[in-house]
């Protein structure tokens, strides 16, 4: 659902399950407490850690984005396609419901999945048939900001496993010190 997502809800429309650890979201928007707002037209990619309410807003940390054609290694600027990887989209192709979140970027025709279980977030990205397919994942992605340090280590054809510091105001819960 998409309630308390507009004007200055500080609510998110992804996948999650009661008291789970993961909080699998779209991120429009990285500013301040807010990191989906139902009116944007642009989504810059899908975060692991969401937590809704007053001033719940920080984290939105490990982006992934699905992407076709030539590599860009910046999200871009709210609301303007082609300024980095961020995508338009359509409301029309936009659905939430317990658990699960849908929707296709329209700039490269792929259409992302998004569900949750207790300690894990699943996302599933459909692709039209492209030479130049990719997922990107930024590790220094949070909202207002960037995390300060991030490592990531292939560990097999199918396995990747990594680190995230955020001290103080650089992406912690509550401007506190956080790890991933």
Same mark, same amino acid.
């Given at each position: 659902?998409?309630?308390?997502?507009?004007?200055?809800?500080?609510?998110?429309?992804?996948?999650?399950?009661?008291?789970?650890?993961?909080?699998?979201?779209? $991120?429009?928007?990285?500013?301040?407490?807010?990191?989906?707002?139902?009116? #944007? /037209?642009?989504?810059?990619?899908?975060?692991?850690?969401?937590?809704?309410?007053?001033?719940?807003?920080?984290?939105? /940390?490990?982006?992934?984005?699905?992407?076709?054609?030539?590599?860009?290694?910046?999200?871009?600027?709210?609301? &303007?396609?082609?300024?980095?990887?961020?995508?338009?989209?359509?409301?029309?192709? =936009?659905?939430?419901?317990?658990?699960?979140?849908?929707?296709?970027?329209? $700039?490269?025709?792929?259409?992302?999945?998004?569900?949750?279980?207790?300690?894990?977030?699943?996302?599933?990205?459909?692709?039209?048939?492209?030479? =130049?397919?990719?997922?990107?994942? #930024?590790?220094?992605?949070?909202? $207002?900001?960037?995390?300060?340090?991030?490592?990531?280590?292939?560990?097999?054809?199918?396995?990747?496993?990594? &680190?995230? =510091?955020?001290?103080?105001?650089?992406?912690?819960?509550?401007?506190?010190?956080?790890?991933?």
């Amino acid at each position: 659902s998409f309630i308390g997502t507009g004007h200055n809800g500080k609510d998110f429309p992804g996948a999650s399950t009661p008291f789970g650890m993961v909080k699998l979201s779209p $991120d429009t928007v990285t500013a301040g407490v807010v990191s989906y707002y139902y009116y #944007d /037209n642009t989504i810059q990619g899908f975060s692991f850690t969401h937590i809704g309410g007053a001033d719940g807003g920080e984290l939105a /940390n490990i982006l992934t984005m699905a992407t076709t054609g030539p590599l860009r290694t910046y999200w871009g600027t709210r609301g &303007k396609p082609g300024t980095g990887y961020l995508s338009s989209f359509s409301k029309d192709s =936009e659905t939430a419901s317990a658990g699960y979140y849908a929707v296709t970027l329209g $700039d490269y025709k792929i259409r992302a999945e998004a569900t949750a279980a207790p300690h894990s977030g699943i996302l599933r990205f459909t692709f039209p048939e492209n030479r =130049e397919s990719r997922i990107q994942i #930024d590790l220094s992605h949070r909202n $207002d900001g960037t995390s300060t340090y991030q490592t990531v280590k292939v560990t097999d054809n199918h396995s990747i496993e990594g &680190k995230i =510091e955020c001290f103080g105001y650089d992406g912690g819960w509550r401007f506190g010190e956080t790890h991933y």
